[in-house]
């Protein structure tokens, strides 16, 4: 479940969204935030801008929005995606001008969140690349490395004679830890082609291992899969 929380109260949060704005549309928020929520907009040097560049997220993209307030919520605002549909969760004491604000501040964390956990074929290439240095001393280097769509029954396959490897397109939108584990899961069999303790004396170098393969097991028994069964890591073609 993605998930994006900002502390109403912290004056040091980072305002972004997925369009450019115009100056005074961008000063306006500026103060509003300042004025309202006490909210500082900052630059990566945590200097306050007089000026900012400000995202939106496209009208065309806009997901269903849910707003549940709370009067125990005092001093967070949340958001995360259910289904469709986004759901953010702010204080009862907000006005309605303010509660806009936020559902666009959100929608912006929410789709920037998005963009890191669904990399692109080349981004899953050079995070191969980076941790097979990191874990691997360097020695596993896939040809190639992508995302497919027709792996259901399997989170990841790597053919040893080409050293591709394949990433089913089910791990979309999954933590980044987690992508990074199957990754690494497949890389290691360009190095060990088996499941035994040499491999996993390789992969549990990754100190995230027992989490991921924790997190990818209770997603495969709480999801129905064609033909049934869960998703597996993983075939490795000779």
């Known amino acids: 479940m993605d998930e994006a929380i900002l502390p109403v109260h912290d004056m040091s949060a980072l305002v ?138 399997r989170w990841g396959s790597c053919t040893i004679a080409d050293r591709t490897i394949r990433l089913s397109s089910r791990l979309r939108g999954m933590p980044t830890w987690v992508i990074d584990y199957v990754l690494l899961h497949e890389l290691t069999h360009l190095l060990v082609p088996g499941h035994g303790a040499d491999f996993w004396e390789w992969v549990n170098r990754y100190p995230r291992t027992e989490r991921a393969r924790g997190y990818l097991e209770g997603v495969s028994a709480t999801t129905a899969m064609p033909g049934g069964g869960a998703p597996d890591l993983d075939d490795v073609d000779a």
Not at 35 to 40: F, H, R, S, V, W
Not at 87 to 115: D, H
């Open 16 to 153: 972004e969204f997925s369009e450019r704005a115009d100056i005074d549309k961008l000063r306006k928020v500026r103060d509003k935030l300042r004025e309202c929520l006490g909210i500082a907009v900052v630059d990566e040097h945590r200097r306050c801008l007089a000026t900012a560049t400000v995202w939106v997220v496209k009208k065309s993209d806009r997901p269903a929005v849910e707003v549940r307030r709370s009067k125990r919520r005092r001093r967070t605002v949340a958001a995360y995606r259910d289904g469709d549909k986004v759901v953010v969760m702010m204080p009862a004491r907000l006005t309605k001008a303010e509660e806009a604000e936020w559902v666009e501040i959100m929608l912006g964390r929410l789709e920037r969140q998005s963009r890191r956990q669904s990399p692109s074929d080349a981004e899953l290439a050079r995070r191969a690349d980076a941790l097979s240095g990191r874990y691997l001393d360097g020695l596993a280097q896939a040809a190639s490395v992508r995302w497919v769509d027709n792996q259901q029954q």
